[in-house]
């Protein structure tokens, strides 16, 4: 189950939103700084981070599932923002060279099928860049932020799915080290604790930042068994079949 986009546009407009994009965005950018992509796909409810890292992710564009729902722009503004069904993407293959899934893999009910889709429309090479609440941290255990709804992910299991989905995973990071409070928290203190957290207990973040590659595996070719078979072999007759044939 996950929130719908208004309840998520509603949140991340809240002070203690804007704290969150700032901080995680800000660790996505450590990421992103040495492969900016020139077109970027944003998957599930994506646009806050997506504004935040518009220097290196090109033309950006958004989709999010039907039972999500999609946020309108303003009249007079561009709406760059697509209803789809992860399963099936209504994009070709190896079209984007980057993918940002941002509350979506946590709330699909296939999300292996969500992920060979990722891989299918990325170009060979391509990173998809996806943050998932973390089983192990506070924010999955509050049901008051977008990060307590849905199936949250250890690292292992992150891990093992987008293997099977032919995504390897080359970074890792976290962030939300700061427990989800109701009141809110200055800027000073919510830096301070990503920092220490950082640094002495990374593991216990409330959310998971990983990057993978789409990873092709180029097939060997068959050797053509006229080049193995030079000479046809001769299979040895009993002698009671010989006598048989002699006759």
């Known amino acids: ?6 309840q998520l546009q509603s949140w991340y407009e809240e002070p203690g939103g804007r704290l969150v994009v700032r901080l995680v965005g800000e660790a996505m950018e450590r990421l992103l700084k040495e492969n900016p992509s020139e077109r970027t796909l944003g998957l599930g409810f994506a646009q806050p981070y997506l504004d935040w890292l518009r220097p290196w992710t090109g033309h950006a564009m958004g989709a999010a599932p039907a039972e999500m729902g999609v946020v309108l722009k303003a009249p007079g503004t561009v709406n760059r923002t697509a209803q789809v069904r992860p ?6 293959d ?3 060279e980057r993918v940002l899934m941002v509350h979506l893999l946590e709330g699909t009910s296939d999300p292996k099928s ?11 090479g391509g990173r998809l860049l996806i943050l998932v609440a973390n089983r192990g941290g506070l924010w999955a255990r509050r049901d008051t932020t ?16 987008l293997e099977e ?6 970074q890792w990071s976290y962030a939300l080290f700061f427990p989800p409070l109701k009141r809110k928290l200055s800027w000073h203190w919510a830096s301070a604790w990503e920092k220490a957290g950082t640094r002495w207990f990374a593991p216990m973040g409330g959310v998971i930042i990983c990057e993978a590659e789409k990873v092709v595996y180029a097939s060997t070719p068959l050797v053509r068994k006229k080049n193995l078979i030079r000479h046809p072999a001769r299979i040895p007759l009993p002698l009671a079949e010989k006598s048989i044939l002699n006759r």
């Open 114 to 124: 969500a992920l060979r889709e990722t891989w299918r429309i990325l170009v060979p």
């Open 1 to 6: 189950m996950n929130f719908e986009a208004t």
């Open 146 to 161: 977008p990060f307590g709804w849905g199936r949250p992910y250890s690292p292992g299991q992150l891990r093992s799915i």
């Open 94 to 96: 190896a079209w984007f």
């Open 87 to 92: 399963d099936a993407l209504p994009f070709p």
């Open 165 to 170: 989905s032919l995504l390897v995973p080359r």
